[in-house]
């Protein structure tokens, strides 16, 4: 289901890949954010993205009053305090989705899928 904004002139669609990107590239400037995970269902190992693929560390769900739920499996920096992440990235990606979007996010969930150090 895509996002839907209603104007005074039509009806405004957003698409779920349009947010994802967009919550992809705030996501990794967040403090403590390494980058994007992505986990193999055949064997369960855990890859670190590129730039080029945001969107696919994220899942994107609309519900039926037109609200937007985000799924983020991150890798986050080694030494850094999981909890202080999660916050930022909680904080800063609710407020910038909302403002590209104009919907509003109501629920966001983190998943931690690895730890790496920091180059």
């Known amino acids: 289901m895509n996002g839907r904004i209603d104007s005074g002139l039509g ?3 957003i698409d779920t890949d349009v947010i994802a990107t967009y919550a992809g590239s705030v996501a990794v400037e967040c403090f403590g954010i ?13 890859k670190l993205l590129g730039r080029k693929s945001l969107k696919h560390g994220i899942s994107v769900k609309i519900t039926e009053d037109n609200k937007i739920r985000l799924n983020f499996h991150v890798i986050v920096a080694y030494g850094v305090n999981i909890s202080t992440i999660a916050d930022n990235l909680v904080s800063n990606v609710k407020y910038k989705v909302e403002a590209f979007t104009g919907m509003e996010i109501e629920k966001i969930d983190i998943f931690v899928e690895g730890v790496r150090a920091i180059d």
């Open 11 to 13: 009806q405004i669609i």
């Open 34 to 46: 390494v980058g994007m995970a992505a986990v193999s269902v055949k064997d369960g190992l855990v």
